[in-house]
Each structure stands twice: as C-alpha cells, then as structure tokens.
C-alpha cells in the first residue's frame, strides 16, 4: 500500500520551521542595529509588526512555492530563491503598514536593514540545515526501496537522478532493462537484470516497495511486466502516462525531478498513515506492559517444562520483502525448528506455503498449548510494533523459505506492513487450510484498507481470543 505525498509544501518543514525563526531573528536585529541597544520596546504596535511578519512568511511560502526542490538546489540558485521569498515578505510588511496608517511610526532605516540582514540569515541557515540533512541523512532517507526500469538508452541517467541527490528518501534496490537480454551484473554496486521475465522473477523475492518505469517512447511498454508489479502489490510510477488499464489506484505526482503516475493496490493519506502509527505506539505501549506482566507468570512454567530461553526470534519477511527478527514467548521445544522437516508430511497446508498441523508435538506440554490458545505467545510482537517493524493490524509475516516459494500474486499480501493480527487471523487461523485463500483475505484487507476496518479487526480479535476460535 502506498502512502500519498499529498503536500510537496509540507514535506520541508523543518526548513520552513528556519524560516520562520530566522525571519523574525532578523526583524528583531535589524532594530537593535538601527537603535544601537539589544533591548527593543515590545509594545501593542511591535507585536502587532512580528505576528504579521510570520503569517507573510508563511503564505507567501506556500503560494510561492519557496520550498519545491529546495533539496536540489545549488548555492546560486538558493540564494536568487532566498532573496525572492525576503522581498516579497518585506513587500508584503511595507504594505501592511501603510494599510494600518502606522508607516510613519516604523523605522526606514531598520526596514533597509532588514532584507539585507533576513537574505544573510535565511541563506546561511539553509546552507547549515542542507549540510547537516546530508551527513545525517534525515528519519526518511533511504527508506523506500525503489527498482528502476528502463532501457540500455537511459538507465544510466535514470539511476543518476535517482542517486546524485544526498537527501533523497529513496533507495535503489535494482535496475531493470527491458530491452536487452543478458545475464545478470553489477553495476555502482547495484544488480542490473536484463528482460521482462527476469524482472519480475528477481522482484518476487526481492525487497522493493515502488518500481519506476522511464521506458523511451520508441520502445514498447513493457505491460506485462507492469501488471505483474500490480499482481506483486507494488507501487508503480510510470513516466509516461501510457496505463492502459486502471486495475490500481492511480495519482500523479513529482518524484525526483520526473512527473510520473503513480499506481499502487491502494493508497493512503499521510493523516491516515500518521494516525495508524499513533495507534501501534499506544498500543505498543500496553502491549508490552502486558509483556512484562504475563513474562513473570509464564516465564518460571516454561523454563521448567523446556530449559532454554524464554524468548523465540525468527527472520521473518516483511513489508516488500524487508527482513526483521520476530519475538515470541517461546511455547515449543528447542528441536522445534530440525523436527518441522520430519513433520511436513503432516501439514495441513498441503501446498507447503506455510506450516499447521493439528496435535503439534514439538509443543511444550501445558504451558505451550496454553500460552497458544489464547495467543499470549503473541505478546513480545509489541515491540515489533513499537519499533515499526510490524503494525497492530496487518498481515502474517511469512518466514523466509514461505516467502521464496511465493508466486507473483502471493507477494501482494506484503503490500503492507505485517500485524499482530489480521483479517485471516480473525476469520478462524487454524480453520484455513488453502493457502490462497489466506492470500484473498490479505489482499482483500489491503484493498479495502482505511482506519475504521482497523478498529474492526481489533475489536473482533479480542472476541476471538477470549473464544480461543481458530488458534489451535
């Protein structure tokens, strides 16, 4: 699922936040050094002046659009940039103050100052903020996989637009071209695959959130391939707007320099996605309160009935294939791992996808089928959730040899970030023996996805729970 850039404004707000302070830093220095005294006489009149100072800064921002590609700019285009938004902001406070009629009570010489010292301020203080933004990279750098599919005509300017800027949220995960066959190299560190097929083959277990499509126009689009990326659950953006089919939902939007339309098996707002995080931290938070408390009760009866760590961890594969390592209260024995092999015979799952066997032996007995039933070995996933690897609500996260035996359509059900609970999860687990049909209730979840069908799930999770329905 993809979360909607819905504002570019937005997005820099730390440089607006600069903005802000050091535009009125220099309205209040630009008096000082007119009146030769730190201090300034903050009357009704000068409060009045620095209020409507920062609300001019402000508009004027978003309608100029000051801050769009703010991160690729140079040293001479940021300062031409900086002293367009000072002059209108002082334009904009000369007019005021005719307006009100007080033109004559403010200081010429301090609105001479004033552009002059705002111009010093903003430059300097956006130059330091870049610098730092480029040696710490930001909380969003690089934290979206994205493969890049092109020709052998382009592909080394469509990665180079993609790696020059320093500050960028994305990271390129593969190249892709689709006109040339060949045997898979490296090239700046980074596989490149040649053909259609092979793509597609290396995206099914490859962690990539988005694909970008820069396809010339001289060459066929390849459809095909853009309709697997659909089936994957992959966001795609494409260059050019040649979409035949609307089977994903679909926006456009600027991505590194390129106007592309971007379509994905849902989107989600960055309100949506801001207040579904807020509701994993909460429920983070209680979750691993309720850690703690069922770890002293449990923690003595499993240790005694299988000595050994109390805690089981496993990789598992999560959100567009990144891999994380999942925490249970451990409710098998220590061979539980060596003897699934022995066991797979038994699977009810019969196409292998995943393991459930009724009478699971490699469970501790008492304690094991206890804590299962009413899924308390769940509870060590909160931190999972708190950390962001997993939500409250998602899908299962598959473990790593599931996930290489997923087929295109499979990979869908990972379009999201996996949950502690689910849809199949509340439909009766343990009741599910199709594979695929765990794969219609992911897909469908992710397809109808808002904050409401959150709630729902949580809701009838703890009915479940309490009924033990499924979790055998």
């Given amino acids: 699922m993809y979360k909607r850039n819905t504002s570019h404004w937005f997005k820099h707000w730390d440089f607006i936040l600069l903005d802000f302070i050091l535009i009125e830093a220099a309205f209040y220095v630009a008096y000082v050094v007119r ?13 009045s002046i620095f209020i409507v100072l920062g609300l001019i800064d402000l508009v004027m921002g978003f309608l100029m659009e000051t801050y769009r590609g703010i991160l690729r700019r140079g040293y001479w285009l940021e300062a031409k940039a900086v002293a367009r938004h000072v002059l209108v902001v002082c334009a904009g406070v000369i007019v005021y103050l005719f307006v009100i009629k007080e033109s004559a009570h403010s200081s010429r010489l301090a ?52 790696t020059d800027n320093p500050y960028s949220e994305f990271k390129v995960t593969g190249i892709g071209i689709v006109d040339e066959e060949g045997e898979r ?10 053909g ?31 309709d697997e990326c659909g089936i994957m659950g992959l966001t795609v ?21 390129y106007t592309v339309i971007s379509s994905s098996i849902n989107m989600a707002s960055q309100k949506q996605v801001f207040v579904k995080r807020l509701m994993d931290i909460a429920g983070g938070i209680v979750g691993l309160i309720g850690t703690a408390i069922i770890f002293v009760i449990v923690a003595p ?73 009413y899924s308390l070995d769940e509870f060590p996933q909160f931190w999972n959730v708190l950390k962001g690897d997993m939500s ?35 439909s009766g687990r343990s009741d599910i023996t199709d594979f ?12 109808n996805w808002d904050l409401g069908l959150d709630i729902k799930i949580l809701l009838k999770t703890v009915l479940v729970v309490i009924g033990k329905d499924g979790a055998k």
């Fill in 196 to 226: 259609v097929d092979q793509i597609a083959e290396y995206l099914k277990t490859a962690w990539t959130d988005e694909v970008m499509f820069s396809i010339p126009n001289e060459i066929p689009l390849p459809e095909k391939l853009i």
């Fill in 237 to 257: 953006h494409l260059k050019l707007a040649r979409l035949k089919k609307e089977k994903m939902r679909q926006m456009v939007e600027e991505i590194e320099g």
């Fill in 111 to 162: 609105m001479f100052y004033f552009p002059l010292i705002a111009w010093s301020f903003l430059f300097i203080g956006r130059c330091i903020l870049k610098m730092w933004l480029r040696s710490h990279r930001g909380p969003a750098a690089g934290k979206r996989g994205i493969m890049l599919v092109g020709s052998k005509k382009n592909y080394e300017e469509l990665l180079n637009n993609f």
């Fill in 436 to 447: 695929e049909e765990v794969v219609r209730l992911d897909t469908e979840y992710i397809k």
């Fill in 185 to 194: 190299r490296e090239s700046h560190g980074l596989p490149v695959i040649y």
């Fill in 35 to 47: 009146n030769g005294d730190l201090t300034l006489q903050m009357d009704t009149f000068m409060r």
């Fill in 392 to 426: 409250l609500v998602g899908t299962r996260p598959p473990t790593e040899d599931e996930w290489e035996k997923y087929d295109l359509h499979h990979r869908a059900r990972l379009a999201i970030k996996p949950g502690i609970t689910g849809m199949w999860q509340i």
């Fill in 301 to 373: 009866w499993i240790y005694v009935k299988s000595p050994g760590p109390i805690f089981f961890s496993q990789i598992r594969v999560g959100k567009n294939g990144r891999k994380f390592k999942i925490y249970k209260f451990r409710s098998m024995y220590m061979d539980a791992e060596e003897r699934k092999k022995e066991l797979m015979a038994q699977n009810n799952i019969k196409d292998g996808m995943m393991f459930k066997m009724d009478n699971d032996p490699r469970i501790i007995k008492g304690i094991g089928n206890f804590i299962r039933d």
